[in-house]
């Protein structure tokens, strides 16, 4: 129960987020989950590993972004909370930060509370939504009280979009993206089939056999996202070597996490 609200956690079906959540080694999973985790890791050994990257990444990415002046984030996707979230690297660099997480996991929403404590001077507000329903999210009270869409805002859309197979997630990102201000940022992982082919094919079975559909994408399929966007430098590249630093990435993963990240700046 939420604020009285009582929520279900369909705790028999599988969920992306819980599935992430148990690769994390985190508690809040079933089951069901469990057994769909069980299976991808047959499929990919390193899914672990392609998890933490994920959060590494998101990590650099907003210092990154928070370094550069960025003062409020929308994040779609939010997951389980798992410290540091993303408020706490924001509002580490700048204390005023604010954010604005997105869910469609009831378990997310049962957890929301650990996603609001943020500083004094900032802001940190939670919507109950789905990426597939992007108007419903511009729309919300919540987000139209913490940020100022006439300011700039980084999107952040990390390993979820893989969870919305054809064409329509395109449209959901760009629409998403259309009331944001010049200067606004767009941050993105995603699955690909491009690194591993046969443990990406076991791996998308696994996720369908646990009821959830997956669509991984290949690096121009990605690129799509940012076709009206600045990419940031390195580009659309595998997720560890996404480095603002300029420092050169270790290569010893390049064949085991079939991920690829970018970052792109709204004209």
């Known amino acids: 129960m939420t604020d009285g609200i009582p929520v279900d956690l369909r705790q028999d079906q599988a969920h992306s987020a819980r599935i992430y959540d148990y690769f994390l080694d985190g508690k809040d999973n079933y089951e069901a989950d469990q057994a769909a985790a069980a299976q991808i890791e047959k499929s990919i050994p390193n899914v672990r590993l392609l998890a933490r990257t994920n959060r590494e990444f998101m990590h650099r990415t907003i210092g990154f972004l928070a370094d550069r002046g960025i003062r409020q984030f929308l994040d779609i996707g939010t997951g389980i909370p798992t410290a540091p979230n993303l408020h706490q690297v924001a509002q580490k660099i700048a204390p005023e930060a604010r954010v604005v997480y997105a869910d469609n996991d009831p378990i997310v929403l049962a957890h929301a509370r650990a996603l609001l404590t943020g500083t004094p001077e900032g802001r940190t507000d939670y919507l109950h939504a789905d990426i597939t329903e992007p108007d419903s999210i511009l729309e919300a009270a919540q987000l139209r009280d913490a940020l100022d869409l006439s300011q700039p805002v980084a999107l952040s859309v990390i390993a979820l979009a893989h969870f919305v197979p054809g064409e329509r997630i395109y449209e959901a990102v760009a629409t998403l993206l259309e009331p944001l201000a010049p200067g606004s940022y767009l941050v993105m992982t995603h699955f690909t089939a491009d690194i591993d082919p046969v443990g990406v094919a076991k791996t998308v079975n696994a996720y369908q056999q646990g009821g959830i559909e997956i669509e991984p994408r290949d690096k121009a399929s990605v690129g799509r996202f940012f076709q009206d966007l600045e990419l940031i430098d390195p580009g659309v590249v595998p997720i ?21 990240a970018a970052v792109g700046r709204k004209p």
């Open 240 to 260: 560890h070597h996404w480095r603002p630093s300029g420092i050169e990435p270790p290569r010893s993963y390049d064949d085991k996490l079939p991920g690829y």
